[in-house]
């Protein structure tokens, strides 16, 4: 957002005082048009034949409070920037709204003046990236639209010729349904004749002629022999195997040459045609290129930066990543296939000392310098050189690499590092770079238990929801919530649930949600790490005592979230929403060596 764009507010307040004095600094700023509601029911009229970017509500309305507010516009699919205002310092209030889908928590009091500073830069942020998501929405519609209504068969093949992928065009044309589709492979429909030449030449590709351009004879279901000119694109792991194909076929019976008479081309396979080459997008991802949408997503939450030294074909693939780079809060460095540095942010450089101009161009693991005082191979070297570097604990999961935590010294000062990697890969499925982001943390001289008290296990994650008592708030906690950032965590004493200390739901400042750059590059962020009992009581939002705990309800995430509800004796209870079923099933262990009498599967 610039200073002059428009941005339209809805204040919703029952108090004139406070309305008159944010509404007087709000309509300051350039740019802002500011409305006003004292109830949450006349906000909802508005909402019924306008649209604001923001909308700011205390939590003490009469009649429907703030969250009730939230909970209804987010049923109703409106996708405003939502800020809670509360006077009152409780934090169930603060879940309640993260949880019910707010972008912001602001409490009452102190210096106004700075708090609307705050406020309003949040404001501009969000309202740009809402407005960037709504159009890649709009894009990733038109996208979809585009190959689901396209005349041409589309479709995604593994190497055995299992369909992963098929268009609405594609299940008419084989006969079969949509479902029966992703049970067949395409290899099946090729008349045998053909079928070992095709087989043949899909051999012979390679990163470096992925594409291969075919004419050959489909037999549908029903007995019928169609020729199609197909194309195939190869789409490579690391190590230069195959992981899918990507496959068109098209019907040339009725093409016309200009300048000639129409011909039918002769029923062969034709010889691989290697296509010129075509710009390279970088696509985050080992395995297989998502479709257009998956970088513009990043590109709309990156500001612009600078590509850095990059010079060379590669210049335009670096740029986005380091623009991808240079956004992100937490310490992030990339390099390029041959181990130069491309991106070093300035987390990483308040982090280390080391600013960006004075490392990126340079190679022969210079990154590892401040951490380990030399040149020495870090968690990204797994990704750009495996056979160079063995050992080391690492750990692929999805398309992350996953490092073990390491002991290191950093400006003198001991810390524990654990770093997550990821590749990048062009269009053509070639490895450009490798990212990897660093997490950093105090080395603790105590063990994980405390006193009498023996650590189990547990797990943090962004996807982790957590809500109070009651039907309507756990639904909306299921549903219409985009935020989480909870652990689990079980002693042999205690079971407790936190608040991660990253997302400070108690912080006057307020909590910022919606970037989600992290998760595009290293998929769901989960944290297994051991934690110190201290620190669990130090963050904890719930926490129960064994003998308390009457049962343990739990629900295996299927089309919702899976979850667990937990019973005390005063009748209590609360519920964690787990999205991810690898992540249920590790909590679930936890869970089994806490108290197995009381767990109730569903």
């Known amino acids: 957002m610039t200073q002059t764009d428009s941005v339209s507010v809805l204040w919703v307040d029952d108090e004139p005082a406070v ?17 006003s509601s004292p109830t949450a029911e006349d906000a909802l009229e508005l909402l019924d034949t306008r649209f604001f970017d923001v909308i700011i509500s205390d939590y003490a309305l009469p009649g429907l409070d703030g969250v009730g507010l939230l909970k209804e516009v987010r049923s109703r699919g409106i996708p405003s920037v939502f800020i809670i205002v509360t006077g009152k310092r409780l934090a169930h209030i603060a879940i309640d709204a993260l949880n019910s889908g707010a972008d912001y928590y602001l409490q009452k009091g102190g210096d106004a003046g700075k708090d609307i500073g705050k406020l309003v830069d949040f404001i501009r942020t969000s309202v740009g990236k809402k407005q960037g998501e709504r159009a890649l929405a709009e894009w990733e519609r038109f996208y979809a639209s585009c190959v689901e209504s396209h005349t041409d068969v589309i479709c995604r093949i593994l190497p055995d010729g299992k369909f992963t992928f098929v268009n609405d065009f594609s299940v008419g044309f084989f006969k079969k349904s949509y479902d029966e589709m992703l049970q067949s492979d395409l290899f099946s429909f090729i008349p045998a004749a053909e079928r070992t030449e095709v087989l043949s030449r899909l051999q012979k590709l390679s990163p470096a002629s992925p594409d291969a351009l075919m004419e050959h004879h489909i037999t549908t279901a029903d007995g019928q022999s169609r020729l199609l000119q197909w194309k195939y694109h190869g789409i490579f792991t690391s190590s230069g195997a195959v992981s899918e194909y990507q496959v068109s076929g098209r019907d040339t019976g009725g093409l016309i040459k200009v300048g000639q008479e129409p011909t039918r081309p002769s029923v062969k396979i034709t010889e691989v045609v290697k296509e010129a080459p075509v710009p390279a997008r970088p696509v985050v991802s080992p395995v297989s ?29 670096w740029k986005m990543i380091v623009e991808t780079v240079n956004s992100l809060d937490n310490p992030v460095f990339a390099v390029s296939r041959t181990g130069v540095v491309i991106a070093w942010n300035s987390a990483l ?50 398309d992350t690499f996953i490092g073990e935590m390491e002991h290191v010294t950093i400006r003198g000062k001991p810390m524990l590092l654990w770093g997550k990697g990821t590749a990048v890969y062009d269009a053509k499925g070639a490895l450009i770079a490798a990212i990897e982001v660093l997490t950093l943390g105090e080395p603790q001289a105590a063990a994980a238990s405390g006193p009498g008290e023996t650590y189990i296990g547990g797990l943090s994650s962004l996807t982790l929801k957590v809500s109070g008592e009651g039907m309507k708030g756990a639904l909306a906690g299921a549903l219409g919530s985009s935020t989480g950032g909870y652990g689990i965590y079980a002693t042999d004493r205690r079971l407790f649930v936190i608040r991660c200390p990253d ?68 009748g209590g209870s609360f519920r964690v929403y787990i999205d991810h079923k690898k992540a249920f099933s590790h909590v679930e262990k936890i869970l089994q060596a806490f108290y197995p009498e009381v767990i109730r599967a569903e």
Request: no cysteine; proline share 10%.
């Open 19 to 35: 309305l008159e004095v944010f509404l007087k600094l709000l309509s300051r700023e350039p740019g802002f048009v500011v409305e």
């Open 289 to 317: 290129p998502p479709p257009p949408a998956a970088i513009p997503r990043a590109a709309a939450q990156a500001p612009a930066a600078a590509a850095g030294p990059a010079t060379g074909p590669e210049s335009n693939d």
């Open 349 to 398: 450089e308040e982090l280390t000392g080391v600013q960006a101009g004075s490392i990126v161009g340079k190679g022969g693991r210079e990154y590892a310098v401040p951490f380990y005082g030399k040149p020495a191979p870090m968690l990204i070297d797994h990704i750009i050189s495996p056979a160079e570097v063995s050992g080391g604990g690492t750990k692929k999961v999805g």
């Open 503 to 570: 997302l400070d739901i108690d912080n006057p400042q307020g909590v910022q949600f919606g970037t989600f750059i992290m998760d595009e590059l290293f998929g769901t962020t989960v944290d297994t790490r051991p934690r110190l009992v201290q620190d669990l009581e130090k963050n904890q939002v719930f926490v129960a005592r064994k003998e308390d705990i009457t049962r343990i309800d739990t629900k295996r995430p299927v089309l919702l979230s899976g979850y667990l509800t937990v019973t005390v004796k005063n």
